[in-house]
DNA sequence: CCTTTATGTTGATTAAATATCACCAAGAGA
DNA sequence: TCTCTTGGTGATATTTAATCAACATAAAGG
């Protein structure tokens, strides 16, 4: 079968990209609103089309195969731009306000820089960012969405994970007279550090070859944000994420030295304690923000 | 109208990316291999269904609408990834060799970073990656695709348009003592420069209000790479185009310096010169760049 | 062990979406 | 003006997709 634009089997991809997502027909079913037996149908239509296998048939219970994995990934993907694309034109989505909350260090490190962006993309809609605690247990009722990290508590309901954090060591370029692209992790050690109460250094110094030891504390933070501001002061080095330092790193304000990236072990999330109805507004954010912090293809991307 | 995944009309959708590609139903139409009313139908229900104009009909002529361009891209982006979706997951495509070719200067500067990512992502891909003159009439035989900056010439064929560099100047940390992040444009000129054949100095100045003006050769080098190469090495600033330097951004032997990035006038193109069918490993390998170089989601993408 | 309740699949039928054909009105160009 | 091309549209035909109902199979409960 060739595969053309005109040849793609459109309505079956989506049937295909919920049922992935439920692996499991009949809820699949239940949110397009169809029959079970439609969306059989329909995934049996792709995979001839294609000729592979995207489930696994043990018994009757649907698993994803690894070829099935990398296309509802595609498909998921593509199908949110669209969802975006669709949005951006609808004069509904467009011209009103809308109110995000945040912590402020989440606010500062990176959603700034975001809804920046968004307002370049989406002059017509306002944005009002309020501050609120990381650990608070309720939402004012005018704000409609807000970020948080780690599992959002109480009444709040996920709209959608956003990115996990992936931290590796900077520093200013102060610190580092001999340029130091390739510091070994190990002469990292003779550098002060930087330290914020989430204490990942052991963490990353395990994952790169350097085993259990003390670290001699440097110097303490409470947050991420006040920890980037250190290093950018060239107080020492500290353990930051790819995105929120990626402006400092873009004009030189701070260096990345080497090693490995480690994940941490929570998330940010962008959630809602609205009962039902998010605004088009609000969707669309939750979209543009998926799509410029999650996504950037599966691999790493560019600059 | 709500907007949700159930809701998205793909198909008609898929009908108006074509129609808003050539703004002509009866090409668009002859692309789809239907016939113009069928396309007519399809873009009406679309406009019906978001409740907005996508095409200016001024007479018999179609026109895009500022947001039928809107929604053209985003439509057009989705169309992509599906099909390198479908593509990564058919057989016939995956396990092979693919010929790839290039002057070395691309290979060196971006190419041979972006077959490495690639490659990660479809091991199963074998790929051969040979050397051509920049302006070569030409391709031997066993080459499939290659890539060339300009508008190509002769028999080839342009599958693809990848990227239009975007320069600004870099320089080695170990050049500015200072850190030097944000360094003013006007005192760049202090610093020595290196001038590669395309002469661009003179443009990017002008483009950050230095006005017309004689700049003073320092280093003269043949190509980008060797631009890169000297900045690399301390021997001045020079103008990068972002995506061939990222890494050394993200690894701190490079810092970008202030003051706008100006666009080149030319692009790079992959290109082929085989007549009709090109295999399904190449048209892969054809939609992974276009979605790693081109796109990266509009605006300035996060690291 | 048998029953119950899930699962996904499939043939026949019905309903809906989509394309076609033929024709129209309107603008462009000679 | 005459001609050619554009896009739009009503009626019709075709194709596509959803439903319904029955079925096979597997897991869970008694």
New binding site residues.
């Given amino acids: 079968m060739e595969i053309s634009r005109r040849s793609l089997?459109l309505?079956?991809m989506r049937?295909f990209e919920v049922a992935a997502r439920h692996?499991?027909?009949?809820?699949a079913?239940a949110e397009?609103?169809?029959?079970?037996?439609?969306v059989?149908?329909?995934?049996?239509?792709l995979e001839e089309q294609l000729g592979i296998d995207l489930?696994d048939?043990?018994?009757?219970?649907?698993t994803l195969t690894q070829e099935g994995k990398r296309l509802a990934q595609a498909v998921g993907d593509a199908l949110d731009q669209l969802t975006e694309g669709a949005l951006s034109v609808d004069p509904a989505s467009l011209s009103g306000e809308l109110v995000v909350a945040a912590p402020p260090s989440i606010s500062a490190c990176w959603l700034l820089a975001m809804i920046g962006d968004f307002n370049r993309s989406y002059p017509e809609i306002e944005i009002r960012l309020d501050n609120i605690q990381p650990m608070q247990r309720e939402l004012p009722n005018e704000i409609e969405v807000a970020v948080c990290f780690g599992e959002p508590i109480a009444p709040k309901k996920v709209i959608r994970e956003l990115f996990r954090e992936k931290y590796g060591p900077v520093a200013s370029p102060a610190l580092l007279p001999g340029g130091g692209g390739g510091l070994e992790p190990s002469s990292l050690l003779q550098l002060p550090l930087i330290h914020d109460r989430h204490g990942r250094w052991t963490r990353w110094l395990a994952n790169n070859g350097l085993g259990p030891r003390e670290v001699s504390a440097n110097l303490y933070v409470q947050d991420s944000y006040l920890g980037i501001c250190a290093a950018r002061d060239g107080c020492g080095v500290f353990l930051a994420d790819r995105i929120e330092v990626s402006s400092d790193l873009r004009n030189g304000n701070l260096i990345a030295l080497g090693g490995q990236t480690v994940e941490a072990q929570h998330s940010h999330y962008l959630v809602t304690e609205q009962p039902e109805v998010i605004s088009a507004r609000a969707q669309l954010f939750a979209e543009y923000l998926g799509r410029e912090l999650g996504g950037g293809g599966g691999s790493d991307s560019v600059l």
Same sequence: chains 1, 2.
């Fill in positions: 089997p309505n079956a049937a692996c499991h027909l009949r809820r079913a397009l609103g169809v029959t079970h037996g439609a059989s149908r329909q995934v049996r239509q489930f048939r043990g018994g009757n219970r649907l």
